[in-house]
């Protein structure tokens, strides 16, 4: 997505919501930067340069799979809950209730249990998502997560310890979004992969987080 | 009577390659050009400028590579390529047939490497001519950049110069003194062409974490920001050499061509520009053609160094 100024790198965002029915896509964006403000001002009607969709998703859920979501990590999540009516598990966390900023009602999803974590305990049990996925892991059919770093190495360790299937979704800072620069590199197993194009859903047991 | 439209001509011929327009893209941001291919099918440009390829794969910097700065963005990608065999194998057979000419970007840390992969090119079907990346650091010097050095330049160019009958730019790097004496060395050493700016190195730091931003702590500007300061080098190479220069650096719009133009270059190339917009070569085309209707301007060579005294 391009934040509409020429001489602007376009911006990566997971699609939140799709309707195959209207055509509609929806979007949830934190503000972080320049870029996220510019594109929070814009208004009905103005029209947006959009390159999409890329990359490769999520696998399809099994049952009783886990969504772990740190921060803005919901939105691939949330359009993942939607793909099925099995019964899942969403394990949203945060640092504090502002920055869960899903609306409860997008959640509101048959079959889905959603349990909310705040480190601080503004909002749900006061911990991590790795205190609320140790609980669970042991049922648990899959394990999807997306959120920062710190995170993702934290479940990857819980995961693979209770050797439960994980995928990432990953993050990296972007220039082309389509394949052809390799400036959003991630570490892998397989030697650096792509995340705009080899990902951004990789296996966890590939990803290598480094301190 | 029908009034007859008046058509420009886009072609040049750049080092003894003939192109339809004077529009390439960079090599770098392009890639191996399959994925831009399949986003917009080459359309509108001239040549094409693959990424740099050794004679070995080479692995890149670590993340992050790439960061964006006021009107332009720094890449630290380290030249992660396959290697020689695999761009032969692999990525050369699905860019055969028409479109626009092929040239490939050559990379290496050693003269050796240059020339190694000049012959590996060498009578290959498809390859329309080279470019030498001389940026990268020369490991037998200590890792300053063959480019820094017009001796060192020197012995690059007459080493692939012995191994390749193709025609071949050396592109220049910016982060030099004089850049007009490591150009008159290259063209001294048999080089057909110049090509110029590679990025002017730079940095950022993360405040947040205290760090650098990059994972390989320098790396190289490009985009709109550094425009005017490659103008000016394209300008000064221009006044010193007879061979063709490539005018790359920047260039987002038509009028940022005609400049490189008319401070002599006989085309150009766009690589940052085309992360903003991959469609910017039909647009820099129709611009140009435009802009040759309005003036009466059959080529562009009429117009060639036009701004010079
Ligand atoms: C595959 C993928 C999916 C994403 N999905 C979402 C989403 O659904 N919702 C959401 O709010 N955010 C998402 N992000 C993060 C989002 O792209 C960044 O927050 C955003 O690019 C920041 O832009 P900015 O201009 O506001 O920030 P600035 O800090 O001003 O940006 C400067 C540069 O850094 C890049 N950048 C900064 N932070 C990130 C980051 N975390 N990841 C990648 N590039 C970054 C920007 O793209 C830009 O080029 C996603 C990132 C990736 C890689
Ligand atoms: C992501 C990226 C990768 C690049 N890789 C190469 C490369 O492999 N070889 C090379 O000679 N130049 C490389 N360059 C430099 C560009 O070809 C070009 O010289 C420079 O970016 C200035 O042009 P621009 O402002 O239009 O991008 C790269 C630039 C970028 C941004
Ligand atoms: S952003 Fe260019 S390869 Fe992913």
Not at chain 1, 134 to 158: D, H, Q, T, W, Y
Not at chain 2, 171 to 182: C, E, M, R, T, Y
Not at chain 2, 221 to 227: K, N, Q
Not at chain 2, 292 to 308: D, F, V
Request: charged share 20%; with cysteine.
């Amino acid at each position: 997505m391009s934040p509409g100024q020429s001489n602007m790198l376009p911006r990566p965002f997971s699609v939140y919501r799709a309707d195959t029915l209207s055509g509609e896509i929806s979007l949830l964006i934190e503000i972080k930067g320049k870029g996220t403000a510019l594109l929070a001002e814009t208004t009905p009607g103005v029209s947006l340069k959009l390159l999409g969709p890329l990359g490769r998703g999520f696998p399809d859920l099994p049952p009783r799979s886990l969504l772990v979501a740190g921060g803005a990590g919901i939105a691939p999540l949330a359009f993942l809950a939607a793909s099925t009516a099995a019964p899942r598990t969403l394990l949203y966390c945060a640092r504090s209730s502002e920055f869960l900023v899903c609306p409860d009602t997008d959640l509101d999803l048959p079959g889905l249990s959603v349990m909310e974590a705040t480190d601080d305990g503004s909002r749900g049990v006061k911990g991590t998502a790795a205190d609320l996925l140790s609980n669970r892991i042991e049922k648990a059919g899959a394990v999807f997560a997306c959120g920062p770093r710190p995170m993702l190495a934290a479940v990857k360790e819980i995961c693979s310890r209770a050797k439960i299937e994980t995928w990432f979704s990953l993050e990296e800072r972007m220039a082309c979004g389509i394949g052809a620069c390799v400036g959003c590199a991630v570490a892998t197993t397989g030697g650096y992969r792509r995340v705009c194009r080899d990902g951004p859903v990789f296996p966890a047991e590939e990803v290598i987080f480094d301190g | 009577m029908a009034e007859k439209i008046f058509e420009p001509d886009l072609r040049v011929d750049l080092a003894g390659i003939a192109l339809e327009n004077p529009i390439l893209a960079a090599s770098g941001p392009f890639g191996y050009g399959h994925e831009y291919r399949e986003l917009t099918g080459f359309k509108d440009l001239g040549g094409i400028i693959v990424k740099g390829v050794s004679l070995e794969p080479w692995a890149g910097n670590p993340p992050p590579r790439v960061a964006e700065t006021p009107s332009g963005m720094l890449n630290a990608i380290g030249l992660q390529n396959p290697g020689l065999k695999s761009f032969l194998e692999e990525d050369l057979p699905r860019l055969r047939g028409p479109g626009p000419r092929l040239l490939v970007n050559v990379v290496g840390c050693t003269v050796e490497e240059y020339a190694g992969v000049a012959s590996g090119l060498e009578g290959v079907e498809g390859i329309d001519g080279l470019e030498l990346n001389i940026s990268c650091p020369n490991v037998k010097a200590g890792g300053m950049a063959f480019g820094t050095d017009p001796a060192a330049t020197g012995r690059v160019v007459a080493a692939v110069r012995r191994k390749t009958s193709l025609p071949f730019l050396v592109k220049l790097s910016p982060n030099v003194a004089d850049i007009g004496a490591v150009a008159r060395s290259a063209e001294e050493a048999g080089a057909d062409g110049i090509s110029l700016i590679n990025t002017i190195s730079g940095m950022l730091i993360d405040t947040a974490h205290k760090k650098p931003l990059l994972g390989n702590i320098f790396g190289g500007l490009s985009g709109p920001a550094v425009m005017p300061v490659a103008l000016r080098m394209a300008w000064q190479v221009a006044e010193v050499v007879k061979i063709p220069v490539l005018g790359i650096g920047g260039i987002t719009t038509a009028d940022d061509a005609l400049q490189f133009i008319m401070a002599g270059a006989r085309a150009v190339a766009v690589g940052t520009g085309l992360f903003y917009d991959p469609h910017l070569p039909s647009q820099i085309k129709t611009g140009l053609l435009e802009y040759m209707k309005k003036e009466g301007l059959k080529n562009l060579h009429e117009i060639e160094g036009a701004a010079r005294p």
